[in-house]
């Protein structure tokens, strides 16, 4: 037994340490289980292929990081390194096609061989959300908000959220063209790490922490440049929407994010108290990852949180979540913003509020929220938005709004909002 103990980069946790993991776990369910996202789990164990195919062969996670072996029917095996190829290959095996629109979230063990540090080992826990089948720029905007609040619910301080396009498959193509010929011409500026990347994945060379080859870098193509009108326009209306709800971001053009799979936004979160490895929140679209592997065109957008470094910074207990409290039917350019403002709100009083992304008639909401057996329902259409206000009643089992608990509120008056839910949702 002298020589047993575990392998570098695993630890051992017991009770006393487990109460904080257990407590960030209850905020992380209870704010996902708010904003209507569902749990999904797969595998620890998946076939290599499909790690090769959805994360990318070039990539440092698949070449260099990747827990691979061959099993006693000498099949590649692998311990997952991250969990959307996962999910994607769920969701093809099982049929995407019944059910194309999906809010998912997973949570568990991943494994990369890399050098251990401070809030990442070996064996680490992550949390992942994705958001199948939603393409518009108003579902990025709400994935990027969620874990922006996610983490400031959890009380982490100095976030900073940078953020990037990546434009779509013929942007990055045109783009690469081009900052090929750059590398090859600057080859020899590049510190031996990017250099052995140009043949495998020139585009993270980008991302690079070597502060020469950074300053090389800053003479390279920008991939920005390169962006159809579609794209460009698509990333504008991405930064008015932050700028509408008051997210604080930086644009950093050279994130790309270490995945293969990324489309159009990509995005980081990070924290100053985490020294130089600041990184605690990374997503982004992968709107062809699940057309390349084999399923239908879907797009998709999501992001992964370290449970590691949440723990370094964060921990506290709240209450266990409850039913479905409040959907909120919204439609119009400016009632979209208000609605997804006012979700937040509502979220803080500890109601499981569903947003409407659909876009869809104000009739197939109500059917939607009928549905979910919504107990109460908020309207906001371009009359209230031009009024600022919104209507919120009760809605019974038939699918129709009860007047008789029908109220008109201000989008500023914060106290008659509280009122009405304590006197409506919260009554013991």
């Not at 099949?75 to 390194?81: A, E, F, M």
């Not at 949440?310 to 709240?318: R, V």
């Not at 919504?374 to 600022?388: C, L, M, Q, R, Y």
């Amino acid at each position: 037994m002298d020589n047993l103990k575990n392998l570098r980069g695993t630890v051992d946790l017991f009770p006393d340490q487990l109460i904080k993991w257990q407590n960030v776990e209850k905020i992380l369910l209870e704010q996902l289980s708010r904003a209507s996202i569902k749990e999904i789990r797969t595998p620890i164990l998946e076939m290599t292929e499909l790690f090769i195919r959805g994360i990318g062969e070039g990539t440092d996670v698949v070449s260099k990081e990747m827990y691979t072996f061959l099993d006693r029917g000498e099949r590649s095996c692998t311990l997952r390194p991250e969990g959307t190829a996962s999910v994607a290959r769920a969701l093809i095996q099982n049929g995407i096609s019944s059910n194309p629109l999906q809010k998912l979230w997973y949570m568990g063990p991943m494994f990369r061989y890399e050098r251990p540090q401070a809030g990442r080992q070996r064996q680490f826990h992550q949390l992942g959300v994705e958001f199948i089948g939603h393409d518009s720029v108003r579902s990025d905007v709400e994935i990027i908000v969620l874990a922006w609040d996610i983490l400031g619910k959890l009380g982490i301080k100095e976030l900073n959220l940078e953020i990037n396009t990546l434009g779509d498959t013929n942007d990055r193509s045109n783009f690469q063209k081009s900052f090929l010929k750059w590398l090859e011409t600057n080859k020899d500026s590049l510190d031996l790490d990017s250099q052995n990347r140009i043949s495998k994945n020139p585009l993270r060379i980008l991302d690079t922490k070597n502060l020469q080859t950074k300053k090389v870098l800053e003479n390279a193509p920008r991939l920005f440049n390169f962006l159809s009108e579609k794209s460009h326009n698509r990333y504008l209306d991405l930064k008015r929407q932050l700028e509408v709800l008051k997210i604080p971001y930086v644009e950093n053009f050279n994130l790309v994010r270490g995945l293969d799979y990324y489309t159009h936004t990509a995005f980081e979160i990070t924290s100053g108290a985490l020294g130089s490895q600041a990184t605690v929140c990374g997503g982004g679209r992968y709107d062809d990852l699940i057309k390349q592997m084999g399923g239908p065109n879907t797009p998709a957008i999501g992001f992964a949180i370290g449970l590691e470094r949440l723990i370094l910074l964060a921990g506290k207990e709240l209450e266990i979540p409850r039913n479905t409290d409040i959907y909120i039917i919204n439609q119009g350019l400016i009632a979209e913003s208000l609605a997804m403002d006012l979700s937040r709100k509502l979220r803080n009083y500890d109601l499981l509020v569903e947003l409407d992304l659909s876009g869809a008639s104000f009739s197939k909401q109500f059917r939607k929220a009928n549905k979910l057996k919504s107990k109460s329902i908020i309207v906001i259409g371009d009359d209230e938005a031009v009024n600022g206000e919104f209507t919120i009643r009760l809605f019974d089992q038939s699918g129709n709004g009860n007047e008789n608990e029908e109220e008109v509120i201000s989008f500023e008056n914060d106290i008659k909002l509280e009122n009405w839910i304590n006197n409506n949702l919260l009554v013991k």
